[in-house]
């Protein structure tokens, strides 16, 4: 039984969704391990993981316009404000969302389906470099 | 320390929760690993994974329609349509629940609560059989 | 390859966040195992997980009532209301949270961001007493 871990950074343009599937199977190749337990971790809370559709952009485009409506900016309920009107509904947006998601490996590959593509979730709405956790599990 | 995948199909019936504990108790348990970390992963963008409560099935009811209510179909902001009235909701949904749960099993037995059950959460209004990928890690 | 499962109690005052990373961080010192996977997991379908700020206490105050607007109690289309008002959206708000959470640990150390914590999420009113099972596979 072996592990590996390996720290990405993936750089977000803004709000919306950034596709890292090519960087977590590059990890897993590299690490030599065909059957594994591949986790994804993400080490902020305003910003998060989801598993998408990688075929149309305009899924991705209504994934996003949705969760900005459920999320408004400038509710006037909102107490927590010093940071920018965009990092409250960034934290709750996170907490809807996934901070870690746990992938099997099976000869090698990501059991992902056809259209299932590994994205950033980037909340608030400056360019951000994020820190990814790439963690192996298996033999 | 030893380790198996295994690929269940589960049937849903339309949209809202079906319970698929059982398959997954029979995964570990036919993997003769007492101690282990089972990770269930479903490989779909349009459906997804919950732990919910597994005695009266208005709780499960209220839920679906909760989300129908939250995420609705023909919202005229959607742009991606091409597929059905129920697609991009579905993705939606799938992105605000769970595609990854990882249990942690004790003396072969999964660490759930006396009422939380293991379901398949279908976001789309056809029949469909979903792919669910139970991988055991452990000794 | 080593493990070591740990169930810890954690009690809730009511609704909100209660921080549990320090207890966190002792199963995973006191295990010996310095790279590791580490899952959390809650055994609850009305109670949840998420990391999130530790710093700003009015952070965790709107996240906790953006859920409360976002799924109120006495919502006229629930049906399952025999346990009390709180109960239906206790059960919804767990589904739209996290069940479990897996977090890398590399030299002994969990790969929490500065600001992130581990939170018990209560969404019942009563003072409540939650399992949740601490979970550590590695070498």
Same mark, same amino acid.
């Given at each position: 039984?072996?592990?590996?871990?390996?720290?990405?950074?993936?750089?977000?343009?803004?709000?919306?969704?950034?596709?890292?599937t090519?960087? !977590?199977n %590059? =990890? =897993?190749?590299?690490?030599?391990?065909?059957? !594994? &337990?591949?986790? !994804?971790?993400?080490?902020?809370?305003?910003?998060?993981? @989801?598993?998408?559709?990688?075929? %149309?952009?305009?899924?991705?485009? %209504?994934?996003?316009?949705? &969760?900005?409506?459920? @999320?408004?900016?400038?509710d006037?309920?909102?107490?927590?404000? &010093?940071?920018?009107?965009?990092?409250?509904?960034a934290?709750?947006?996170?907490a809807?969302?996934?901070?870690?998601i746990?992938?099997?490996?099976?000869?090698?590959?990501l059991?992902?389906?056809?259209?299932?593509?590994?994205? &950033?979730?980037?909340h608030?709405e400056?360019r951000s470099?994020?820190?990814?956790? @790439?963690? =192996?599990?298996?033999?």
């Open positions: 039984m072996k592990q590996k871990t390996e720290e990405l950074t993936v750089n977000a343009r803004g709000q919306g969704l950034t596709e890292f090519h960087e !977590v %590059d =990890v =897993v190749s590299s690490s030599g391990i065909s059957s !594994v &337990l591949c986790t !994804v971790f993400i080490s902020h809370t305003s910003a998060s993981l @989801v598993l998408q559709e990688n075929a %149309d952009p305009s899924a991705r485009r %209504d994934l996003e316009d949705f &969760l900005v409506r459920l @999320v408004p900016e400038n006037p309920h909102y107490t927590h404000t &010093l940071e920018g009107a965009d990092d409250m509904p934290h709750i947006k996170a809807l969302t996934s901070t870690s746990s992938i099997p490996v099976t000869n090698g590959r059991a992902l389906g056809t259209w299932q593509g590994i994205y &950033l979730w980037e608030r400056a470099r994020r820190r990814i956790v @790439v963690h =192996v599990l298996g033999e």
